[in-house]
Structures are given as structure tokens and as C-alpha cells.
């Protein structure tokens, strides 16, 4: 879900070519669930391979990080751990909610309602543990670093950051920011034009960078205030916020309570909507377990490893997919990007 604060960021944007050179920690599970959202079929269901196998997920992960690569990135690619609890209660959720859009969808497919399939199918996306293991394989074959996180991937992303490691996290979700990441870069790989939801209208759509420090000093408030703002408007601990609170409304609440966060939560009868006292939720952001244990290391592509995985297994083009293993940089530039760290 992510917290919904990013409208209030003031936001630059950003080229592939201006991150050049730079270490990217890139929200593994985020990246891969848009890819299953967006690489669909016209019904609005995910590339199959002959054996009935999705295969989105592997499709825009090898494009794209051939894509970052090839305009000098050096990607890090960080995954999940075990949820909090509070997070194991909002995936319950979800799972309800997605089998009530299956049940959607099958009507709207009986029904012959093209539009109507393709919006439930959206909301039916599983990102499976068997697709994970594809993505880290794939990614390791390309020769990436892969940080298993001990918990939350952004908190993990976030540390990296924080330890002058990497430039900024990317990931279309601002929790990293709340988790005092210094840097988050949204739309990363994305260009060109998007189809709004449930609208026949199109958005521009660019990589763009939001900055920890601008915020704040945009917003007037300290790090402490921007996690009150992000659990007043809601984060995956506490979905949904605090009832009739927007973004706009919880900056103003912040900036009026200061430093004072427990008269905050009282005078918006936090416990009337949550069982969880709000210092909990608070303390997730601000001590949320990570890990030292890491190595960022890129070395150069095993092909043999990316044809058997996308071609042997999943029926891939044996001819694109080496076309767009040998179009990766070679020579000084490739060089630099392996011997980094």
C-alpha cells in the first residue's frame, strides 16, 4: 500500500543519465508487483509461458535492469524479511479483498466486460514466493548484489542510504522516507506516457527525485513529525489513517503539536481507531531491525544462467534475450561498474 504523502513532497526531475555511476537500493517486491500490475494481457491478465506459468514479473525485471545497467546504474536489488505483525494483520486484508476481485473478475468475464476484467485482474495480483525465487535468481545471473533484508525491504534500503552506501531508494512508495532514507527516487525506468485508473485519460510520466532534507525544510517540521504525518494519513501498520484526516489536514495537526506527538494522537482519539497504542506503530519507523551483513559486489552476466532460466524455462526468445545480454556495457565502462566495491 505505501503511505500516501508523496502529493506534499516537492519533487525535481531526474534522467537515468544524471544517476549514472550511482548505487540505486531498489525496493525488490515494490518493482516486481508493479511489473505484474502493468505487463498484462488484454483481458488484464499476466504473461503466461506455454506451461500456464506467470512471467511479468521476469519480463520487466530483465528489461529493465538491462535498461539501468546500460545507462551506468549499479543497481541493488533488497527484499523482504519477515513482516511485523501489525503488517501480517494488513496482508490478511488484502487477501480477503483480492478474492473478492477474483470473484469480480470471473463475473465481468462472463459477462464479456473487457474493461471491468482487466481493472479486477489488477487487484487479484499475487506476488508469489516462487516468483521471488525467479526474480533473485534472474538478478544474480545478471551479476547484481542482492540484500536480503531482516524485515521491511525499505527499512533495509533506507540503512543503505543512511550509510552513504547508496544515492537514494528506489520504489514508488515514500515509507523509505519515513524509515530516513536521504533520497527516494520514484518512476525509475519509467518514461513516457500512463493510462490514469479507470480514466481514458494519459499522465506524463518521468523519474523524479524527492530529497529527505527538502522535505522537511519544505514541510517546516523535523523527522520525528513526518512519521506522525505519514500514521495520521496511514502506512501499511496503521491503513487508512486517522478517520477524515488528509494530507494537507495532518500537516497542519503536526506543525500545530510540535514536538508534542502524544497530545497529537490523543486530540485525534487515536485509540477510538486503533488498538495499537500509536508509540508502537511509531517505533516501527524509527527501530525497524536491519542488517551490516552485505556484500556489493557486481560481477559480469552469467548468459548461460539467463538463457536456461528465461528460455529453458519459461519460453523466452533465445535471440532477443542474448540480443539484450550483449547489448549490456563492455570494456572501461563495464568495467568500472563490476569493480565498484
Not at 89 to 101: N, P
Not at 136 to 164: C, D, N, R, T
Not at 186 to 208: A, C, D, H, M, W
Request: glycine fraction near 10%; charged fraction near 25%; proline fraction near 5%.
Amino acid at each position: 500500500m505505501g503511505v500516501k504523502i508523496t502529493e506534499l513532497m516537492p519533487k525535481s526531475e531526474v534522467s537515468l543519465e544524471q544517476l549514472s555511476g550511482k548505487v540505486i537500493a531498489i525496493d525488490a517486491p515494490n518493482h516486481l508487483y508493479q511489473f505484474l500490475t502493468t505487463i498484462m494481457q488484454r483481458d488484464g491478465t499476466p504473461l503466461l509461458d506455454s506451461k500456464g506459468n506467470v512471467t511479468s514479473h521476469l519480463t520487466g525485471l530483465f528489461s529493465r535492469t538491462i535498461r539501468l545497467i546500460s545507462a551506468g546504474l549499479k543497481p541493488v536489488y533488497v527484499f523482504d524479511g519477515v513482516p511485523p505483525i501489525l503488517k501480517k494483520q494488513e496482508r490478511e486484508k488484502r487477501k480477503a479483498a483480492k478474492i473478492e476481485a477474483e470473484r469480480q473478475y470471473e463475473a465481468a468475464a462472463e459477462a464479456g466486460d473487457t474493461e471491468s476484467m482487466k481493472k479486477y485482474a489488477a487487484r487479484t495480483t499475487r506476488l508469489t514466493p516462487g516468483m521471488i525465487t525467479e526474480a533473485k535468481k534472474l538478478i544474480a545471473a545478471l551479476g547484481l548484489p542482492i540484500i536480503q533484508a531482516p524485515s521491511e525491504g525499505e527499512a533495509q534500503a533506507a540503512f543503505l542510504v543512511k550509510k552513504g552506501e547508496a544515492f537514494c531508494v528506489a520504489s514508488q512508495d515514500a515509507d523509505c522516507l519515513l524509515f530516513g532514507a536521504g533520497r527516494l527516487v520514484r518512476n525509475l525506468g519509467i518514461t513516457g506516457r500512463r493510462k490514469k485508473p479507470n480514466q481514458l485519460v494519459y499522465k506524463s510520466v518521468q523519474p523524479e527525485l524527492i530529497s529527505l532534507d527538502e522535505t522537511l525544510k519544505s514541510l517546516g517540521i523535523n523527522q520525528a513529525q513526518l512519521i506522525a504525518l505519514g500514521m495520521l494519513v496511514g502506512t501499511d501498520y496503521n491503513p487508512g489513517g486517522v478517520f477524515g484526516i488528509g494530507q494537507k489536514k495532518a500537516l497542519k495537526l503536526v506543525k500545530e503539536f510540535g514536538e508534542n506527538l502524544d497530545g497529537l494522537f490523543k486530540s485525534v482519539d487515536w485509540g477510538n481507531g486503533f488498538e495499537t497504542p500509536w508509540q508502537e506503530v511509531y517505533d516501527l519507523f524509527e527501530k525497524m531491525p536491519v542488517t551490516g551483513e552485505y556484500s556489493l559486489r557486481w560481477s559480469p552476466p552469467n548468459k548461460e544462467a539467463i538463457i536456461k532460466l528465461l528460455c529453458g524455462e519459461h519460453d523466452f526468445s533465445v535471440e532477443r534475450i542474448e540480443k539484450s545480454i550483449d547489448s549490456m556495457p563492455k570494456g572501461l565502462g563495464q568495467k568500472s561498474l563490476f569493480e565498484f566495491r
